[in-house]
């Protein structure tokens, strides 16, 4: 088991989390920080918008909207003087889903966008509601569709950051050194080690404590249920029952700050 100072337990400071909840993802609705999920993974397109967002280009941080830097040609100005969007339209439907799931996009067997017949070429082609995307090839021949990116961006694990929570459930965590409570969003199947990630930024020594449920030791590398903190959520549902009236507490006791040795 590796050690952080005296304490045993993954270093933090290079921890990566497996799971992430649609909430987590939802956060991440902006060009510049563009994240999506589909078929239970969860996927970081920053790099991809980056990428063909196009030169002289950038990204209003401020209002989450592409503004144009004097590209003729590039950008559309708009009545209000501001600029739609850039000259690389096919990014626009992926910019359009920011934060969301995007699983209704694939065909969960084959783990590749949904096809149909097209109506005019009779021909099998990608499926694409919102409008053609990056990577999809035009509906006819052109000569001006470059092929030669390789594998299109939904395929592989090259943009992969985790997975997505199926089933999230709330906990409080109650710190008896100092009364201090918060309630966290995590995933059913998170180690307690993930959950305590997710705590460090309310107590950043959260390592330093004994993790306790009913009075006995929780196991940090044990999910939730495993540590026999059951998911009532099915049971309140079946009473008829609001299943926030009651949300398990963790209490922490503090040992030592050995985290800094």
Not at 59 to 86: A, E, I, K, N
Not at 112 to 128: E, Q
Not at 216 to 231: A, P, Q, V, Y
């Amino acid at each position: 088991m590796p050690r952080r100072g005296l304490v045993a337990g993954p270093d933090f400071e290079f921890f990566q989390r497996r799971y992430f909840t649609p909430a987590e993802v939802a956060q991440h609705n902006r060009p510049e920080d563009l994240w999506v999920s589909y078929l239970g993974y969860v996927y970081d397109l920053t790099p991809l918008a980056q990428e063909h967002k196009g030169k002289g280009q950038t990204w209003d941080r401020g209002r989450g909207r592409v503004v144009c830097l004097g590209m003729p040609g590039s950008w559309m100005v708009g009545s209000d003087g501001g600029c739609s969007f850039p000259g690389d339209l096919l990014l626009k439907p992926i910019v359009e889903v920011a934060g969301q799931d995007i699983s209704h996009w694939f065909d969960p067997k084959t783990k590749d966008i949904r096809k149909h017949i097209d109506p005019l070429t009779g021909a099998l082609r990608y499926s694409t509601p919102r409008g053609r995307f990056l990577h999809i090839p035009p509906q006819l021949p052109r000569s001006d569709w470059a092929n030669d990116f390789g594998k299109p961006w939904w395929q592989g694990s090259r943009y992969e950051v985790g997975r997505l929570s199926a089933k999230t459930r709330h906990i409080r965590i109650i710190n008896t050194l100092t009364s201090q409570e918060h309630t966290l969003e995590v995933g059913a199947l998170e180690s307690m080690w993930e959950i305590l990630h997710r705590y460090l930024p309310y107590n950043a020594h959260a390592a330093s404590y004994t993790w306790k449920y009913e009075g006995k030791n929780l196991k940090m590398d044990s999910t939730l249920e495993e540590n026999g903190i059951w998911d009532e959520d099915e049971e309140f549902d079946w009473l008829n029952m609001d299943s926030t009236l009651y949300t398990p507490a963790l209490l922490l006791y503090f040992n030592d700050d050995l985290t800094e040795l």
